[in-house]
């Protein structure tokens, strides 16, 4: 990799609505995967419209969190997991890094087999074939392509996710029914509600985004010539924090947008049918078809393959950024392969495993439970500690978290916190 040094001249004036647009964006679109459209699937066509509410709650709670993870990494200089080692115990670390592979690599499993059921609904053909396609192509395009113009297609690939917009106006929806479900909550106190409400929330809010925006503010500022952590550069403060902001809010309203548009799609046509018993993304598509037409299928499957292509890279990555630097290898997408040899080794690794998953006999459902659990559990001791070093002056020196970020971090936490218990309650209710 070039090594930039902080004497080269200052960046170039950012376009506020394009050139800002990048960690956000990707990081966004990418927790949109086959395993979060499932989710939405689910949601509404169990409980129609009714819990559209929850991605209007969710919004500020995500924003705030992935605010904060984006600071971390432009303040520091390191991502979330650098930061943990500096500052924590080993143990600790090693607890929360190699529950984020297990979680990670068992999405990737569970979203693999997702694309490769979409392709098979729309071309025909062995799933497991298009499966391990898409796991050899996401190793290749991570490991050698460059990282600049890798970036650039991940933007491109959030475009994928309009495929759910554009499904939604192919169906008829009450659109005052959806008013009604977004702006006021109708609350049913069952078990399967308040765990529908816990998935989605553990969905939007999930420790492998944490670690990729940190370690993407890393990378953009080893990469952007002049650039430096803020605590070296603090001149730089009040553009990046800003193309910070504007990033963030605009990828995470992407993303929650584009969840409602899934919630409101199946609800309007699986739940007004009476197909309340959806389990994975390709079930939902399949299960549009007789419904709402094969227009609205073939666009809601293009959705489940572009989000994955998204999303696999993301979860591999920040699987890799975590266990690098937790080792104190080198790590970073704009190094060339031999430069990070474990980096991109776990990279594969972990993809490999994943694409290995669909071969065997497992249930793909109960992988994607298990993977929302450790989501679910490792979320709220991370959210804790990354709260506790946003806000220690010797980490981020005068970068500390304002109060009204603070404020809203600790209550995106504690959400997480009261999900957890609400998601291990709900195992000993019958």
């Known amino acids: 990799m070039i090594e930039m040094t902080n004497t080269e001249a200052a960046p170039e004036k950012r376009s506020l609505f394009l050139d800002a647009l990048g960690p956000g964006l990707i990081t966004g679109a990418s927790d949109d995967d086959p395993s979060g459209i499932a989710t939405y699937s689910q949601a509404g066509a169990q409980f129609g419209y009714g819990l559209g509410w929850t991605l209007l709650l969710s919004y500020p709670l995500m924003a705030a969190i992935q605010l904060i993870s984006a600071r971390i990494g432009r303040v520091t200089g390191h991502g979330i997991a650098g930061n943990i080692r500096r500052y924590y115990p ?6 929360l890094v190699g529950l984020v592979l297990i979680a990670n690599t068992v999405n990737l499993g569970a979203d693999l087999g997702a694309m490769g059921a979409a392709v098979k609904l729309l071309a025909g053909g062995p799933a497991l074939l298009y499966v391990a396609g898409f796991g050899v192509a996401t190793v290749l395009l991570e490991v050698f392509m460059r990282y600049s113009r890798y970036v650039a297609v991940l933007k491109w690939l959030s475009l994928s996710l309009l495929a759910y917009v554009a499904t939604a106006f192919t169906v008829r929806l009450s659109w005052s029914d959806v008013a009604l479900g977004v702006f006021v909550p109708h609350l049913v106190w069952s078990r399967d509600y308040l765990v529908t409400i816990v998935a989605v929330l553990g969905t939007t809010i999930s420790p492998y985004l944490f670690f990729w925006q940190a370690e993407e503010e890393v990378e953009e500022t080893e990469e952007k010539p002049g650039a430096a952590p803020l605590k070296e550069a603090p001149e730089q403060a009040p553009s990046e924090i800003r193309r910070i902001e504007i990033d963030t809010y605009l990828g995470m309203a992407a993303s929650n947008i584009v969840a409602l548009f899934i919630v409101v799609t199946t609800a309007a046509t699986l739940h007004a049918h009476g197909v309340t018993n959806i389990q994975t993304s390709a079930d939902a598509a399949e299960a549009l078809k007789p419904l709402a037409g094969d227009f609205a299928f073939a666009l809601f499957a293009c959705g489940i393959i572009g989000t994955g292509l998204l999303a696999l890279p993301v979860l591999a990555g920040s699987a890799a950024y975590a266990l690098g630097e937790a080792l104190r290898w080198p790590v970073g997408l704009a190094r060339l392969w031999y430069q990070a040899r474990a980096f991109y080794g776990t990279i ?20 994607l439970f298990w993977s929302a659990v450790i989501n679910g559990v490792t979320a709220v001791p991370i959210m804790v500690i990354m709260m506790l070093v946003a806000t220690r002056p010797q980490v981020m020196g005068r970068f500390v978290l304002s109060p009204r970020l603070c404020f809203t971090g600790w209550l995106s936490t504690s959400a997480m916190a009261l999900a957890a218990v609400v998601m291990i309650g709900s195992w000993f209710v019958s």
């Open 348 to 367: 594969a690794v972990a993809t490999a495993i994943g694409t290995i998953m669909n071969f065997l006999p497992l249930d793909p459902i109960k992988a």
């Open 90 to 95: 080993p143990w600790l670390l090693h607890l």
